[in-house]
């Protein structure tokens, strides 16, 4: 799951709602939605009422780079720095797995505004290495 946006959470809802559940959690990253559902009515489809969800925007627009392996992080030259801009498909490190370097290729485009990890840490796959503005 990429991320708790509005229409991840709306198809989580509908789910749950149809089959009949009465409590929802979900949870990517850091990030985390609950919810007590009503108890199932017999209101036709067309009547149920919409879902409406708010996040605040700075949530919606903030994205993570991962380790696309376990390994062992080096950083790029010039190294990721906090207010560097990059781009998708960007090469932004390497991950070094049984002596073989693998690019950590950018899948967002932005402003780094965290680095999570430095270089020669221990990472495992999927593992946030840096906070992403998307603009």
Known sequence: MAGLDRDTLTDVLRVARDHGYRYVRIK???????????????????????VV????SSVESERMLTAPVV????????????????KTGQVVGE??????????VSDVEGE?????????????YGQALAKVKSP
Not at 53 to 56: C, F, G, M, S, V
Not at 112 to 124: Q, S
């Open 71 to 86: 390994g062992y992080y080096r950083q790029p030259d010039p190294p990721l720095t906090v207010g560097a801009k990059i």
């Open 28 to 50: 990517s990253g850091r990030h985390s939605f609950e919810a007590d559902l009503p108890e199932p009515d017999t209101q036709e489809p067309d009547e149920a009422p919409n």
């Open 95 to 104: 991950v070094l797995a049984l002596g073989i370097a693998n690019d950590v």
């Open 112 to 124: 780094v505004t965290e680095v999570l990890v430095e270089d020669g840490a221990a990472l495992e």
């Open 53 to 56: 969800l708010e996040t605040p």
